[in-house]
Each structure stands twice: as C-alpha cells, then as structure tokens.
Nanobody
C-alpha cells in the first residue's frame, strides 16, 4: 500500500507556471510507475502525464506536450509535474496515481493508488 499526497496547486494567470508535487509513503516508491491525471468541472477525467519507475520512459497527453514535464526523485519519494504556459483549459483537479506494474499508463485502469487531488485554476 502506498499513500499519496499532492501539493502545489493554486490560482495562476494564463501563461504562468506551477509545479505540482506528489509525496509518497508506504511501500517503496521506486516500485511504482506514476501518473498525473486531471478532472475539470463537468468533464470526464483525463490522462496528463506518466513516468516509469526508473524514469526512463515518460508519456504525455497531446494537449500538454511541450508545456508540461513529469519527473521523479526516488530518493525523495516524490513525483513532480512542472506546468508551463498554462491555459484556462488546464483548470482542473490534478491527481497523482501509482501503477503497481511500474510503467505508468495513459489509462486510469492500472493505477491502484490515488492522492486526494490538488486544484489548479488558470485565469484568462
């Protein structure tokens, strides 16, 4: 079992940046692939980015490629999402999630453990 706690959300103007963090505790963090997914009001959840347990592989949604960067520090049991050039359509609750298979995924199905979410609001 792993527990996940996100932080770093907030209100930012369009074009600005935020860095989200997700701190893990419990089972060894380095076992898990990690992902960031988001859900905007009135919309279905969507994949944002994922990173494999060794950080060799990363995946991004087309909508965030070139603007967002996922990274991890296994020594600190933390995964990050650097978000640049933010747009109003990035407004959502952002969740980090852990995938026991270690690869990260664009689908929500493999993610067994989820954080409580952190709100990101991008004003125009």
């Amino acid at each position: 079992q792993v527990q996940l706690v996100e932080s770093g959300g907030g209100l930012v103007q369009a074009g600005g940046s935020l860095r989200l963090s997700c701190a893990a505790s419990g089972r060894p963090f380095s076992f898990y692939g990690m992902g960031w997914l988001r859900q905007a009001p009135g919309k279905e959840g969507e994949f944002v980015a994922a990173i494999s347990k060794s950080a060799v592989n990363t995946l991004y949604a087309d909508s965030v490629k070139g603007r967002f960067t996922i990274s991890r520090d296994n020594a600190k049991n933390t995964v990050y999402l650097q978000m640049n050039s933010l747009k109003p359509e990035d407004t959502a609750v952002y969740y980090c999630a852990a995938d026991q298979w270690g690869y990260g995924s664009t689908s929500a199905e493999p993610y067994e453990h989820w954080g409580q979410g952190t709100q990101v609001i991008v004003s125009s």
